[in-house]
């Protein structure tokens, strides 16, 4: 169902009495559908009139026999789940009625990609709910007179749960629209008087790329609260639309892992005060990119990164797993610093400063190897979109014949006509050789998630094959000095190896 109030109320009366309800995204379709439906194995499933075909195409696929109920108008013959619901009484139900849950009890299945794989269903139980909404409840200080704006998927915990949840605890108000709208956003913030606004990933740098407007700093917001802002537009963003404060914070849907930024410092994504260290465990250990594998040292031990040093972030703390499959193999670490012990992997490569700030770097998967050395792509889309007229940037590895590891690509979306000598000047200037993509492709856009992630695997998958898309495609001509067209000859040159990157 896409994002509406009804969405929230649905599942809050479902998990009230003892069900669970599992949050699926409205972006799924065909088979990815039927496999985000088979893996929690529903009884039920509740979908809005406007998705109901979508559902109808993907039943072949689906391997249960669930009841389908329909919301709002329709002529599919699937029950209607609002007009039963209007031959029930609206008074409380009974204590025969229905169990209340305990904090025990499982509430959520929430889909997530995870690091690999299929996306997988990460089990939430109504403690984690409880700790989720009251938690920033506190952080942002919310109360009563709160109107919090939500235009991001609410079948994600953020925006389900926490832009949600933490403010409706306190008593304050929710403003939800269906997605988000570079365009409307302020306009929406001002018309229903917003004092909180929820973020994610590449949503301020879209605000940032929107053409000014009177509303930019006619609002009432007194903080963004959120998650992957980029150190680059932190600064501008709180500039041009006038944020008093943004409390920037790490966290995933399954992991034990959260760390909050609540003094402010740009690119950081929070810190643990000393006297909370021994209440938080936390640990950054060396990683092997190759492996993709924590470094184990002669007596089997993760070893523990140095400041400035990266690795993968790992925790230990209450890890509720998924539905369907265990994952303790991938997912939990056994004899980390001593026998017997257990961490959870976050996924996710860090490093923290020498004030104790903790940074996120990349994406396990998206770090790749090139020359020895290991590049993290979102070093590298940062400097892209430092370049005037870059509006888009993802960066990711491709396979070379006869060459180890994987060669840095980049596909760039721009406003204009881009100096392609300046920008390999640009590159020089803030990349160390090895980090320079060695392939460039234009594209007039790039497809995002709905919480506006870059999608790579397409990409990769046609690499810098020039029979495989229409964009314009260049390489990075060492030798030479400069990007050059990349067409069929040069492509088979490179792949009988006859030009060496």
């Not at 994406?363 to 070093?379: L, Q």
Request: proline share 5%; aromatic share 8%; with cysteine.
């Amino acid at each position: 169902m896409p994002n509406r109030p009804e969405y929230m109320a649905i599942w809050l009366g479902i998990t009230r009495v003892g069900g669970v309800v599992a949050l699926i995204n409205t972006r799924l379709c065909g088979a990815s559908l039927a496999h985000g439906l088979d893996v929690v194995a529903p009884k039920h499933v509740i979908v809005a009139a406007e998705l109901v075909d979508r559902l109808v195409a993907a039943r072949p696929n689906l391997g249960g026999q669930a009841k389908v109920w329909v919301h709002g108008d329709h002529t599919s013959g699937f029950a209607s789940l609002h007009r039963d619901v209007e031959g029930y009484a609206g008074v409380a139900l009974a204590k025969r009625e229905g169990r209340p849950p305990t904090l025990e009890d499982r509430a959520l299945l929430i889909g997530t990609s995870g690091t690999t794989g299929l996306p997988k269903a990460a089990a939430v139980s109504h403690l984690r709910l409880q700790q989720w909404t009251h938690w920033f409840a506190g952080l942002m200080g919310a109360g009563p007179d709160d109107r919090m704006y939500n235009c991001l998927p609410m079948y994600h915990s953020v925006g389900g749960v926490v832009a949600t949840g933490a403010v409706l605890v306190v008593g304050g108000s929710v403003v939800i629209r269906e997605k988000f709208s570079a365009a409307r956003f302020w306009e929406d913030v001002v018309r229903w008087d917003c004092t909180l606004v929820q973020y994610i990933g590449e949503l301020c740098r879209y605000l940032l790329a929107a053409d000014p407007r009177p509303e930019d700093t006619a609002h009432r917001v007194r903080m963004a609260c959120g998650n992957g802002l980029r150190p680059r537009v932190w600064t501008e963003f709180q500039r041009r639309f006038r944020i008093p404060r943004i409390l920037e914070f790490y966290a995933s849907t399954e992991g034990p892992v959260s760390l909050f930024n609540v003094e402010g410092k740009p690119g950081a994504v929070g810190r643990i005060p000393a006297f909370l260290a021994h209440r938080v465990p936390v640990a950054i250990v060396k990683f092997d990119t190759v492996a993709e594998r924590p470094v184990r040292d002669a007596d089997g031990s993760c070893v523990r990164c140095a400041p400035g040093e990266v690795g993968e972030l790992i925790g230990q703390g209450r890890f509720e797993g998924y539905a369907g499959r265990d994952v303790s193999d991938d997912k939990v670490l056994r004899n980390v610093f001593e026998r017997g012990d257990a961490w959870v992997r976050t996924g996710d490569l860090m490093k923290k400063d020498e004030e104790g700030y903790f940074h996120f770097v990349d994406r396990i998967g998206d770090t790749f190897r090139w020359k020895g050395e290991n590049v993290a792509t979102s070093e590298v889309a940062d400097a892209l979109a430092a370049f005037p007229g870059v509006t888009g940037a993802v960066v990711y590895g491709v396979e070379v014949p006869n060459a180890e590891g994987r060669a840095g690509m980049a596909a760039v979306v721009a406003d204009g006509e881009l100096s392609l000598g300046a920008l390999r000047a640009h590159l020089v200037r803030r990349l160390p050789e090895y980090a320079r993509p060695l392939f460039l492709r234009l594209c007039r856009e790039i497809a995002v998630t709905a919480t506006f992630r870059l999608t790579k695997r397409d990409l990769m998958t046609q690499g810098y094959d020039p029979g495989a898309t229409d964009d314009r495609l260049y390489v990075d001509d060492r030798a030479r000095g400069a990007f050059v067209p990349l067409d069929g000859t040069v492509f088979e040159r490179i792949q009988h190896g006859h030009i060496r990157l």
